[in-house]
């Protein structure tokens, strides 16, 4: 059983920035992919940042150039860096791992930013 558990939400003003934690119960390797997603209330689960086991990354254009994805293998953990956050970035943020096309979804982080 995979076990994705996320931390760093919290509570910051517009501008400022947060980096999220997701560590993974096993290696990060063994997932073809790692990312973050994000859930607003009333709106559609949203993919912001993703990062393949070779290494590439792809971000939302919502986030570009404000988020950026990173992995530490040592550590299976993937983290997401965010910058100069905005409003309409306030949701739950969720870590998600996919193996032999298998989704794995940790428990979720909330991330406020109050204008």
């Known amino acids: 059983q995979v076990q994705l558990v996320e931390s760093g939400g919290g509570s910051v003003q517009a501008g400022g920035s947060l980096r999220l934690s997701c560590q993974a119960s096993?290696?990060?390797?063994?997932?073809?992919?790692m990312g973050w997603y994000r859930q607003a209330p009333g709106k559609q689960r949203e993919l912001v940042a993703r990062?393949?086991?070779?290494?590439?990354?792809d971000v939302a254009d919502s986030v570009k150039g404000r988020f950026t994805i990173s992995r530490d293998n040592a550590k299976n953990t993937v983290f997401l860096q965010m910058n100069s956050l905005k409003p309409e970035d306030t949701a739950v943020y969720l870590c998600?791992?996919?193996?032999?096309?298998?989704?794995?979804w940790g428990q979720g982080t909330q991330v406020t930013v109050s204008s």
């Open positions: 096993r290696s990060t390797l063994s997932f073809s992919t």
């Open positions: 998600n791992a996919v193996t032999l096309a298998i989704n794995y």
């Open positions: 990062i393949s086991k070779s290494g590439i990354s």
